[in-house]
């Protein structure tokens, strides 16, 4: 069967610390893509990042960085230094190569972030 | 601007009243799909569609049914709205080829109530 979870349903931190977005995901295949959504207080999503299941190297842009490891089956994202702007609901999530069901985006539940002043 | 447009964004109803929420993406993209976001069940896919005339469903397609006439457009339609459709939907899409690793382009979403 094919699983994400995020485990963590809600985590508070104040300004400037840095935080971890835990992922884990379950899939048979070995062609897979993985990525995070991020959906702030308005409500959109925003796409963030995409990893192919043959990269595993790990990615930085600006705060955000991302930690993909295949041998745990996680794809962790961090920030470092949050800001209130980081507030949101994130959400990691699946897209598999010969599923059949034209790609379908197989959702975790959600972590929502609150950073306070 | 290249998006992906629903409407409404909030919607109050009563059960057994038909409606329609709309889709629309000027993106060209073949690829269409409905999401219903739940609190701790994340976000559920309901129908897609991979081109015009061609849809199928996803893993929660009771109560719902879509239609793609249009490459364009593709609505979700409630025949008879339950309380427990109440929920956040999202409208998204994204290009056929590459479908796997391409990202979905998501609508801004529609809060739907059924008292």
């Known amino acids: 069967a094919q699983k994400v979870t995020q485990a963590q349903t809600e985590i508070s931190v104040v300004e400037k610390e840095d935080v971890t977005l835990d992922c884990v995901y379950e899939?048979?295949?070995?062609?897979?893509?993985l990525f995070w959504y991020k959906q702030p207080p308005s409500g959109e999503l925003v796409f963030l990042i995409r990893r192919n299941s043959f990269d595993e190297q790990n990615e930085i842009s600006g705060r955000y960085s991302w930690n993909f490891q295949k041998s745990t089956s996680s794809f962790n994202f961090t920030i470092t230094a949050s800001q209130v702007v980081d507030s949101a609901v994130y959400f990691c999530?699946?897209?598999?190569?010969?599923?059949?069901?034209?790609?379908?985006?197989?959702f975790g539940q959600g972590t929502e972030l609150s950073v306070k002043p | 601007e290249a998006q992906v447009t629903q409407n409404p964004r909030y919607l109050i109803t009563v059960t057994g009243k038909k409606l329609t929420v709309t889709c629309s993406q000027n993106?060209?993209?073949?690829?269409m799909s409905w999401y219903r976001q739940d609190p701790g069940l994340g976000l559920r896919q309901i129908y897609y569609?991979?081109?015009?005339?061609?849809?199928d469903k996803g893993d929660v397609p009771e109560g719902y049914k879509v239609s793609r006439k249009e490459k364009r457009n593709f609505p979700l339609i409630l025949e008879s709205p339950s309380p427990n459709q109440t929920s956040l939907y999202f409208c998204?899409?994204?290009?056929?080829?590459?479908?796997?690793?391409?990202?979905?382009?998501f609508g801004n979403g529609t809060r739907l109530t059924v008292t």
């Open positions: 993106m060209n993209h073949e690829y």
């Open positions: 569609s991979m081109n015009v005339e061609v849809t």
């Open positions: 998204a899409s994204r290009i056929y080829r590459d479908s796997y690793n391409s990202p979905l382009h």
């Open positions: 999530a699946l897209s598999l190569f010969f599923y059949n069901q034209g790609g379908k985006l197989i």
């Open positions: 899939t048979r295949d070995t062609t897979y893509y």
